[in-house]
């Protein structure tokens, strides 16, 4: 019930989910216009629409690395069909269908994926206190970032998934926004510049010490870089065992 609460209160999905209805109204109401072979022909695109969208959301199901750019596919892919479809019917229609999904892009914007773990937004102060305290986790995995646009989605693309899979007593994940907190970044030793070409940096802590970190400090220097991915930062990191030591360790 809570993915169909989000549907019905999310003006992004909500506007998505009635186009996307529409058709069915329509396709209903202009069978009767249509001849024989042009509604025989209809069918039989919408048949390898359909296959084709399924093949397209398993394989964008194995390799995507994060839900809500899953989810942003799909609904591209939906959309293409839709509009391949309406063109069978009229090109009148196609239009109508390409301006409405011009207004959704204007006017609304995806929200975050919340289905799965959490991670802590932390100021400077609050993750120097939670690093010197220490009476939360052992480690922190903290994301140095930077402000969310308006029309971005404002989560991190990785620690979502990352913390459903990771996060326990020893290990927490928590976001640092260097946008809001730009003199904080010399103290973390992240250069900013003038385009942030640094972030997102990813530094883990143990016992408020510096254990690792991506990119490396000597970031600029290299020629190029690995995409940043869950299983990058899993790897690098080794979360697998510092997984592994908490579950010995109960």
């Not at 019930?1 to 999310?10: D, G, H, R």
């Not at 069918?43 to 296959?51: D, G, K, M, S, T």
């Not at 990191?237 to 510092?242: I, M, Q, T, W």
């Given at each position: 019930?809570?993915?169909?609460?989000?549907?019905?209160?999310?003006p992004y999905y909500l506007s998505h989910f009635l186009t996307f209805f529409s058709y069915f109204i329509l396709r209903t109401s202009t069978t009767s216009l249509l001849s024989p072979h042009r509604t025989h022909h209809l069918?039989?695109?919408?048949?390898?629409?359909?296959?084709a969208f399924s093949v397209l959301a398993l394989l964008k199901l194995v390799r995507q690395e994060?839900?809500?750019a899953f989810i942003a596919d799909m609904l591209f892919f939906a959309k293409v069909?839709?509009?391949?479809?309406?063109?069978?019917?009229?090109?009148?229609?196609?239009?109508?269908?390409?301006?409405?999904?011009?207004?959704i892009y204007i006017l609304t914007q995806q929200p975050a994926y919340q289905g799965l773990g959490t991670s802590s937004k932390l100021t400077p102060l609050q993750l120097e206190a939670l690093l010197t305290e220490g009476n939360i986790s052992?480690?922190?995995?903290?994301?140095?970032?930077?402000?969310?646009?308006?029309?971005?989605?404002?989560?991190?693309?990785?620690?979502?998934?990352?913390?459903?899979?990771?996060?326990?007593k020893n290990l927490s994940f928590g976001i640092v926004d260097l946008g809001l907190f730009p003199n904080a970044a010399e103290k973390?030793?992240?250069?900013?510049?003038?385009?942030?070409?640094?972030?997102?940096?990813?530094?883990l802590f143990e016992n408020a010490a510096e254990v690792a970190r991506i990119p490396q400090l000597d970031f600029e220097a290299k020629s190029s870089h690995p995409p940043i991915t869950k299983r990058l930062l899993s790897r690098y990191?080794?979360?697998?065992?510092?997984l592994l030591e908490y579950v010995k360790g109960k």
């Open positions: 019930m809570e993915w169909l609460n989000q549907m019905v209160s999310e069918l039989h695109r919408e048949i390898q629409a359909v296959l994060t839900w809500e069909f839709l509009v391949a479809l309406a063109l069978v019917i009229d090109y009148h229609l196609a239009l109508w269908y390409l301006g409405a999904f011009f207004a052992r480690f922190w995995l903290v994301e140095f970032r930077a402000s969310c646009s308006p029309a971005s989605i404002c989560t991190s693309r990785c620690f979502p998934e990352l913390s459903i899979t990771y996060s326990n973390f030793g992240i250069y900013l510049g003038g385009s942030m070409s640094q972030l997102p940096t990813y530094i990191f080794e979360l697998d065992r510092h």
